[in-house]
């Protein structure tokens, strides 16, 4: 026996859901009359046999060239044998300036119907609210939105039309609209691409980009500017916000050498995806949760005097500070392999807040103009594999004896960025002599760095020293 109140849904031959139980009197006692019109006797929506669908959580906008589109659907359940006209309104949409963080250029909606679709009246234009109304009684109506922007956000309602009333249709969370991309915490980034790049919860503003370290975490960027993306020689791309991106304009054309082993991402740009190349702005289209500018760094030829294969312009320091970095393409071109990425990853660290491992002495103990790299501390000084070390000098000088000596012929170019200011190789152990008969060590320790933790992509930070 069933008792009062409760209802058996498993046996229908025994009692049946309160849901259904909506749906059976509808069917049953389908209309009355209230005031002139005709309604149905609990409502339209009564136990909300109708549903707006979330969109699917693995879609993102994507504007420029590869926009795309979404179809919508909103839905009368059919027990209820009830048809509608329905109306889809999008509204409170994103106006980004362009279609990424770099490229184009207008203020149009960011979202928009696709037009002349079937069984649909014209698109109306209500103050910024664009309204598409059906013209057909259906149970089940979907639409077509339009992407234009690859940061695109905005909301849509759905309403439905029965026996001359409108009703809301509530999403299937029970909000009135649903948000375009899926968008829980409505900070206009799509859920999925924040739990895949692991800032869930985090805010659209936040620039964190804890790697690789250095001496501030984040690189300019926000969480939303990474997301909406950059294109990058011609082609659309976001970026990863757990990883510190540096932006390079390249007209030497050589790569970068040895600068990726500091664990940035580097992305290669065409001269006309920066504001210009005087200003070298990436994020030029910031506007919603900006970060700042972000300048890109400008690599381009030049001729030197004869002992100086590049420098950057005007000092030492970040992206934002570093106007150029001028390389000498015709010694570039002499160097061998080895010289050219040690090169490379040198003038490119002095673009991100990196400088020697010490000065340079103003008066060369042995005569000669380059200097003498015995003292501790000056930039021949520290470890042998850092590319920030300067190599291959005239003689040096042993402060021990007040005698200079040739510079050790088994000294090579370094290939990463030092974690310590200690001395290695011929800069460190024990006093003792090489094969040639000469004392070392050489340099001893730096007097600045380590290399790494100086490392600074974003902000105005500038590290002095020399640019060379």
């Known amino acids: 026996m069933i008792e009062r109140g409760q209802v058996n849904i498993k046996n229908p031959a025994v009692g049946v859901g309160l849901g259904a139980f909506f749906y059976l009197a509808l069917a049953v006692f389908p209309r009355q009359s209230v005031q002139g019109r005709s309604e149905p006797q609990f ?114 309602k759905a309403e439905v039309n029965i026996d001359g009333i409108w009703s809301e249709v509530p999403a299937d969370d029970g909000k009135s609209y649903i948000t375009l991309p899926l968008d829980e915490n409505e900070n206009h980034i799509a859920d999925f691409w924040e739990e895949r790049w692991g800032v869930l919860g985090q805010k659209a503003v936040d620039d964190r980009d804890p790697e690789p370290g250095g001496l501030e975490d984040g690189d300019g960027f926000s969480n ?130 990196i400088t020697h491992h010490g000065d340079f002495p103003s008066v060369s103990e042995c005569d000669k103009d380059i200097g003498a790299v015995g003292q501790p501390g000056q930039a021949h000084a520290g470890e042998v594999n850092c590319v920030m070390r300067y190599v291959f000098a005239f003689p040096y000088y042993d402060p021990g004896d007040g005698t200079c000596y040739p510079y050790p012929i088994e000294d090579t170019f370094g290939t990463d960025y030092c974690i310590s200011r200690a001395g290695t190789g011929l800069n460190g152990g024990p006093k003792r002599e090489n094969g040639a008969g000469d004392p070392l060590p050489m ?26």
């Open 43 to 156: 409502g339209v929506l009564k136990g909300r046999p109708a549903t707006l669908h979330k969109i699917e959580k693995s879609w993102r906008p994507i504007g420029g060239p590869e926009a795309n589109s979404i179809t919508i659907t909103a839905e009368i359940d059919p027990l209820t044998k009830l048809q509608g006209l329905f109306r889809f309104t999008l509204y409170d949409v994103s106006r980004g300036r362009g279609w990424c963080m770099n490229s184009g250029f207008g203020e149009d909606p960011d979202f928009r119907f696709v037009g002349n679709q079937p069984d649909f009246l014209p698109l109306r234009n209500e103050d910024g609210r664009f309204v598409l109304e059906g013209t057909k009684q259906v149970r089940l109506a979907s639409i077509v939105v339009q992407a234009f922007d690859s940061g695109a956000f905005g909301r849509l």
């Open 443 to 468: 340099a001893g320790a730096g007097s600045r760095g380590p290399c790494r933790s100086s490392l600074a992509v974003k902000g105005s930070h500038a590290n002095g020293g020399s640019n060379k």
């Open 224 to 353: 939303f500017e990474e997301y909406r993306g950059f294109v990058m020689k011609g082609r659309w791309s976001d970026t990863w916000p757990g990883l510190k991106d540096v932006f390079v304009v390249d007209d030497v054309g050589r790569g970068v050498g040895h600068f990726t082993k500091l664990g940035v991402a580097v992305h290669f740009l065409d001269r006309t995806e920066v504001s210009s190349l005087a200003d070298r702005v990436v994020n030029f289209n910031g506007g919603y949760a900006s970060a700042g500018i972000q300048k890109a760094i400008y690599i381009c030829p030049a001729h030197l005097p004869e002992t100086i294969f590049g420098k950057v312009e005007p000092t030492v320091g970040t992206p934002n500070v570093v106007d150029r970095v001028l390389i000498d393409v015709g010694k570039l071109r002499r160097a061998n392999p080895d010289q050219a990425a040690w090169a490379l990853a040198h003038l490119l660290g002095h673009a991100v807040n």
